[in-house]
Structures are given as structure tokens and as C-alpha cells.
């Protein structure tokens, strides 16, 4: 079949950049210095309908990912875990834009051109900007704490926010892959915290942007983040937002690795960003 773009669809790549206090490493003669990106989310959003959903990709998702020396010059192409492809890079503009790179490969040379990078430091900041992040539990969370059994409403301080968000149980393979599903509900008490202040107010979206600061790189424009303010009212973050990438978690020789299921990702490019030509 032949297909087109759809002219109503827009996208906007999601990063949570996690540095793990490393300058720099080579392998192969390829620096990585840019942090990876440990959380990766696809928003996708029809402009005439404000729908939108998110594509949660795992951080061990196995893709094509641009490597380059000191110098930012292309090296090769590795075949590797996606969250890396943030590490070739300056750690900003470059960084997201390999990431881009990497995430259009994987869904078939679907153009992403907007994104937006939140530092992980940035957590204990947004916390005290919003007077905490109100969580509510949609299953058991008590293996992190006690108290956040499925249905419980916490309203979490930065250090609470941050052990739920990094919290990993290194002796099961999918532990990196939960802790992205984590993630996503934590995407979605932010917007739904941040929605009606939003919709009263669209200009406060960008005092927040303002105070995240060095926190944040995103090549969305002013224009752009007023439209997406102005129209946030017409949005819900409902229980069918998030749309979790299928495909099989395998132990790789040190870490675990996460294929995904390219048929449904065929699929999921043909009925969400393109209509057939007749």
C-alpha cells in the first residue's frame, strides 16, 4: 500500500536525561558524554481533535543509534540500547537530536522535529514548583513503600518522587522496563496537575519553562508552546493515553535488552501518522 503523511498530526519527543556522574567514556574511539536518556516518551497529538497519545519506548529498546568522536564527527551506526543515543552528543541540541535520529529510525523514518529534555536533577525542582507531585497508585507500589498500595492518593515530596522514579530491582530483567511504566504515571500527574493551572493561564507554562532553566532543552518555540498552552483544555490523560511498545525483554552479555515487536510498530506508523493514498 501507498501512504501519506497526515497534515494534522504533530509530535513531540519526551527525554528524562540521567548522567550517572560520568564525564565522559570511549569505546571504539566513540565519546559518550551526553547523558542517556532514560525515559523516552513519543507524544503524539491530532491537531483537530486534541487526541493524543504517548508511545512509552523502553530504555533497552535495541536500535540503530548514530555514534560520533570528541569531535561530533559520525563514526558509525551501532546497532545498541536507545537511551544512549543521547550520550553522543553535547549532552543539549545535538544530543536530543540523536536521540530524534534514533527513535525516527526505529519507527520507520517517522519525521520527529520537536522535542524537550528534562535533566533527572530536575526532579526535586519541579517538586518545589508545584508544592509536590499527587500520585495516585494505579496498582501495588509497596515493594518502594509501604504506604503506596493500587488505589492510594500520596502527594509526594522531591526525594519521594525521585526514589519512585529510579527505583530498580537489578535481579529482574524487566526492571528497567517497569520503572518506564512508572514514569509514565508520573508524566501523567504532572499534566493533570498542571492542566487547569495551565488552561486558566497559558502564560504560566512558560514561567515554569523559565524556572526549569539549565534543567531543560527543547527546540519547541514560543509560537508553538502557546498553541499547545492554549489548547490544553481540550486534552485528557485518560487510562488508553499511554501505549506501551510491545515486544519481548532479553538478558543481553551485561544488561537487559528490549526488542520490539516491528509488525505492530509497522501498524502502529500506517494507522496513526499516515492515511493511503487512494
Same mark, same amino acid.
Given at each position: +500500500?501507498?501512504?501519506?503523511?497526515?497534515?494534522?498530526?504533530?509530535?513531540?519527543?519526551?527525554?528524562?536525561?540521567?548522567?550517572?556522574?560520568?564525564?565522559?567514556?570511549?569505546? +571504539?574511539?566513540?565519546? &559518550?558524554?551526553?547523558?542517556? *536518556?532514560?525515559?523516552?516518551?513519543?507524544?503524539?497529538?491530532?491537531? $483537530?481533535?486534541?487526541? @493524543? !497519545?504517548?508511545? =512509552?519506548?523502553?530504555?533497552?529498546?535495541?536500535?540503530?543509534?548514530?555514534?560520533?568522536?570528541?569531535?561530533?564527527?559520525?563514526?558509525?551506526?551501532? =546497532?545498541? +540500547?536507545?537511551?544512549?543515543?543521547?550520550?553522543?552528543?553535547?549532552?543539549?541540541?545535538?544530543?536530543?537530536?540523536?536521540?530524534?535520529?534514533?527513535?525516527?529510525?526505529?519507527?520507520? &523514518?517517522?519525521?520527529?522535529?520537536?522535542?524537550?529534555?528534562?535533566?533527572?536533577?530536575?526532579?526535586?525542582?519541579? *517538586?518545589?514548583?508545584?508544592?509536590?507531585?499527587?500520585?495516585?497508585?494505579?496498582?501495588?507500589?509497596?515493594?518502594?513503600?509501604?504506604?503506596?498500595?493500587?488505589?492510594?492518593?500520596?502527594?509526594? *515530596?522531591?526525594?519521594?518522587?525521585?526514589? @519512585?522514579?529510579? /527505583?530498580?530491582?537489578?535481579?529482574? $530483567?524487566? *526492571?528497567?522496563?517497569?520503572?518506564?511504566?512508572?514514569?509514565?504515571?508520573?508524566?501523567?500527574?504532572?499534566?493533570?496537575?498542571?492542566?487547569?493551572?495551565?488552561?486558566?493561564?497559558?502564560?504560566?507554562?512558560?514561567?515554569?519553562? &523559565?524556572?526549569?532553566? !539549565?534543567?531543560?532543552?527543547?527546540?519547541?518555540?514560543?509560537?508553538?508552546? !502557546? /498553541?499547545?498552552?492554549? +489548547?490544553?483544555?481540550?486534552?485528557? @490523560?485518560?487510562?488508553?493515553?499511554?501505549?506501551?511498545?510491545?515486544?519481548?525483554?532479553?538478558?543481553?552479555?551485561?544488561?537487559?535488552?528490549?526488542?520490539?515487536?516491528?509488525?505492530?510498530?509497522?501498524? @502502529?506508523?500506517?494507522?496513526?501518522?499516515?492515511?493511503?493514498?487512494?
Amino acid at each position: +500500500n501507498a501512504y501519506n503523511y497526515r497534515d494534522d498530526m504533530i509530535s513531540v519527543l519526551l527525554m528524562g536525561v540521567d548522567y550517572m556522574s560520568e564525564k565522559s567514556h570511549w569505546k +571504539n574511539g566513540m565519546i &559518550s558524554n551526553g547523558g542517556n *536518556s532514560d525515559v523516552l516518551a513519543l507524544v503524539i497529538l491530532n491537531t $483537530t481533535t486534541f487526541d @493524543f !497519545s504517548i508511545l =512509552y519506548i523502553p530504555r533497552d529498546t535495541m536500535a540503530d543509534v548514530l555514534a560520533t568522536d570528541e569531535a561530533g564527527n559520525y563514526i558509525d551506526t551501532v =546497532y545498541t +540500547n536507545i537511551s544512549t543515543a543521547h550520550s553522543y552528543g553535547d549532552g543539549k541540541e545535538v544530543s536530543c537530536e540523536l536521540t530524534a535520529d534514533a527513535v525516527s529510525r526505529l519507527l520507520f &523514518s517517522v519525521p520527529i522535529t520537536r522535542y524537550a529534555a528534562l535533566k533527572f536533577d530536575a526532579i526535586y525542582k519541579i *517538586s518545589d514548583i508545584l508544592g509536590g507531585l499527587t500520585i495516585t497508585f494505579d496498582k501495588d507500589y509497596s515493594n518502594i513503600n509501604p504506604s503506596y498500595t493500587e488505589g492510594t492518593t500520596v502527594t509526594m *515530596s522531591g526525594w519521594q518522587l525521585q526514589r @519512585f522514579i529510579v /527505583y530498580r530491582d537489578k535481579s529482574q $530483567t524487566e *526492571s528497567a522496563y517497569e520503572r518506564g511504566v512508572r514514569d509514565m504515571l508520573v508524566l501523567k500527574a504532572l499534566f493533570d496537575q498542571c492542566k487547569n493551572k495551565i488552561a486558566e493561564e497559558p502564560t504560566v507554562v512558560l514561567d515554569i519553562m &523559565s524556572e526549569l532553566g !539549565s534543567y531543560l532543552t527543547t527546540n519547541l518555540d514560543v509560537r508553538e508552546i !502557546s /498553541y499547545l498552552a492554549q +489548547n490544553i483544555g481540550k486534552m485528557d @490523560f485518560s487510562s488508553d493515553t499511554v501505549i506501551k511498545l510491545p515486544g519481548e525483554v532479553r538478558m543481553g552479555e551485561t544488561y537487559a535488552e528490549f526488542y520490539p515487536d516491528k509488525d505492530w510498530l509497522h501498524d @502502529f506508523v500506517a494507522n496513526t501518522f499516515c492515511e493511503k493514498i487512494s
